[in-house]
């Protein structure tokens, strides 16, 4: 069993790092939204192959707490389950989340109706399914106010992106002020 958990565990450090390290690193360039979407365009098997690491990473991960569950469960049983339940929750969210990596490759594909839209709004729109991914997102801040008086509350949500990508900070700055 120790060995099939290592195994395991090999299988997610491997394809994570290729997934989350190497692949951004040599196709999202921060600051030019059109050389990232140019690079995607010539390293397409890259880029796919980046998603299949992570869908293969996530899967890995998901199978690992149960290793570990085998191994170190009777060291403290509630440890192990509550290991296992933040996996078992987490490993979903991510896989949904790789659907934004999806976005990026049906945004440049070759399908009739994307030819209503320019290059530079596919190359932002690229841009931000990606930084929806989090490649680059710094952090997303949820402000809730409640304001109101005793008869009824009233809620606002300010939403406040900070993003790195100076191509699409001016775009979602525009809908955050129509909000």
């Known amino acids: 069993m120790a060995r099939t958990t290592g195994l395991i565990y090999l299988t997610v450090i491997v394809t994570g790092l290729f997934s989350l390290a190497y692949v951004p690193s040599q196709l999202i360039v921060s600051s ?51 290991m296992l339940a933040f996996a ?18 049906t945004l440049l594909g070759n399908k009739p109706y994307l030819s209503a839209i320019s290059a530079q709004q596919i190359d932002t729109a690229v841009m931000l399914a990606l930084a929806r991914y989090g490649g680059r997102v710094r952090h997303l801040r949820l402000a809730a106010a409640l304001r109101g008086s005793q008869a009824a509350a009233r809620h606002r949500l300010a939403i406040r992106l900070e993003i790195r990508t100076p191509a699409v900070r001016p775009i979602v700055e525009q809908r955050i002020a129509r909000l």
């Open 88 to 105: 078992v929750t987490s490993v979903p969210i991510s896989l949904a989340n790789l659907g934004n990596k999806l976005d990026v490759l």
């Open 32 to 82: 030019d939204a059109a050389l990232t979407v140019s690079n995607i365009r010539n390293a397409p098997g890259l880029f796919r192959l980046g998603i299949a690491a992570g869908f293969v990473c996530y899967l890995a991960f998901l199978l690992l707490p149960f290793g570990f569950y085998r191994l170190m469960g009777h060291a403290s049983r509630t440890a192990a389950i509550l």
